[in-house]
Structure formats: structure tokens, C-alpha cells
């Protein structure tokens, strides 16, 4: 069993800088690959980023490419995510996700551990 607890969201001005952490409990990250996922008001959620267990091979959706970046510090047993240059349309609850082992990908349906979720909110 994998428990996630994501932290860090919270309400930022347009063009503003947030870190967001995932930490678990219950097994070791470093053998999961680990995704951001968001939801906005009224929309399905979507993945954001992920990365790889064992290389950390990287991939990001179109919308946030050059302006979030993920990472994992797995004597931290921790994944963070960096969203710089936030926008209003960033807005909404981040989740992150685990599958064991090596994969990269977005797809929803293919994480069976996720945590409860941190609000961001990108607004003036």
C-alpha cells in the first residue's frame, strides 16, 4: 500500500511560484512512478507530469511544458512539483498519483494510489 499526502497549494497572483509536495507513507517512492494530476472547477481532471521510478524520465502536458517541473528526492521519500509563471487557467485541486514501477505517462486510469489533493488558486 502506498498513502500519498500532497501539500503546498495555495492562492498566488498571476505570473507567482508555487511548490507542491507529495510525501508517502507506507512504501518507498523510489519504486513508483509518481504524476501530478489537476482538476479545475467544472472540468475532468488531467494529467500534469510524471516521472519515472528508476531513471526519472520526465513528461509534461503542452500546457505547462517550460513552466513546471517535476522532481523526487527519494531519501525524502518525496516528489515535488514547481509550477513558475502561474496562470489563472492553473487553477484548481492537484493530486499526485503512484504506479509501481518504471512508466511514463498521463493516463488517469493506469495510477491505483492517490492522495486527497491540495488547492491552488491563481488569481489577482
Known amino acids: 500500500q502506498v498513502q500519498l499526502v500532497e501539500s503546498g497549494g495555495d492562492l498566488v497572483q498571476p505570473g507567482g511560484s508555487l511548490r507542491l509536495s507529495c510525501a508517502a507513507s507506507g512504501s518507498t517512492l523510489a519504486y513508483c512512478t509518481i504524476a501530478w494530476f489537476r482538476q479545475a472547477p467544472g472540468k475532468e481532471r488531467e494529467g500534469v507530469a510524471c516521472?519515472?521510478?528508476?531513471?526519472?524520465?520526465?513528461g509534461y502536458a503542452d500546457s505547462v511544458k517550460g513552466r513546471f517541473t517535476i522532481s523526487r528526492d527519494n531519501a525524502k521519500n518525496a516528489v515535488y512539483l514547481q509550477m513558475n509563471s502561474l496562470e489563472p487557467e492553473d487553477t484548481g485541486v492537484y493530486y499526485c498519483a503512484a504506479i509501481l514501477g518504471d512508466y511514463v505517462g498521463l493516463e488517469e486510469v493506469d495510477f491505483g494510489y492517490w492522495g486527497q489533493g491540495t488547492p491552488v488558486s491563481v488569481s489577482s
Open positions: 516521472i519515472s521510478s528508476s531513471v526519472g524520465n520526465t
